[in-house]
């Protein structure tokens, strides 16, 4: 458990392979968090219904007829363009955990740093939006959904750091010639 608790830190420095190793599957159990929001977040959707979405999007296009007719469109394929996010971020998840790089846990920090920023201006300007009291997040959510960022956010560094200590024992094991 100690080694685990190093391995997600993202502060720590791996000094063996193990070590670099279980820093840089942090970036996976990062994605795994972010994945088990991004459920929460679906099945929260799905609750809500496409209706209520519909709705919403009715509410803000300010009798538009171009928007109001793609909004039933768009709130369906809202749910199955969600899955799919959700199925290739398990994939993700998957390789960084079996064959651990670089790659994989800088875009999820870019992408998660993206997610912090969006998260607070659209706090920032939720007061000029006029949704339906249905439709808008309730505070539990966008709270579970910030500090799911940031724990990400951690996970994800400290996979940087683990998968490019990795790559710096492997070139020091395997010089080329």
Do not use: C
């Amino acid at each position: 458990m100690a080694d685990w608790l190093k391995a997600i830190n993202p502060t720590s420095t791996a000094t063996t392979r193990p070590e670099a190793l279980a820093a840089a599957r942090a970036s996976s159990l990062g994605i795994l968090v972010g994945l088990a929001f991004g459920v929460v977040g679906l099945i929260r959707t799905l609750g809500l219904g496409p209706e209520a979405v519909e709705a919403a999007m009715m509410a803000s296009s300010q009798g538009d007829p171009a928007v109001a007719g793609m909004a039933g469109i768009v709130a369906s394929a809202l749910v199955y363009i969600s899955a799919a996010v959700l199925v290739i971020q398990a994939i993700f998840g998957l390789v960084q955990w079996f064959k651990p790089n670089r790659f994989i846990p800088i875009l999820f920090t870019v992408l998660v740093a993206y997610g912090l920023v969006s998260a607070v201006s659209s706090l920032a300007m939720a007061s000029q939006m006029d949704l339906p009291a249905g439709v808008s997040a309730p505070l539990w959510f966008t709270t579970l959904g910030f500090i799911a960022l940031l724990v990400e956010l951690a996970l994800h560094i400290a996979g940087i750091r683990g998968a490019s200590k990795l790559a710096q024992l492997d070139k020091a094991e395997f010089p080329s010639s």
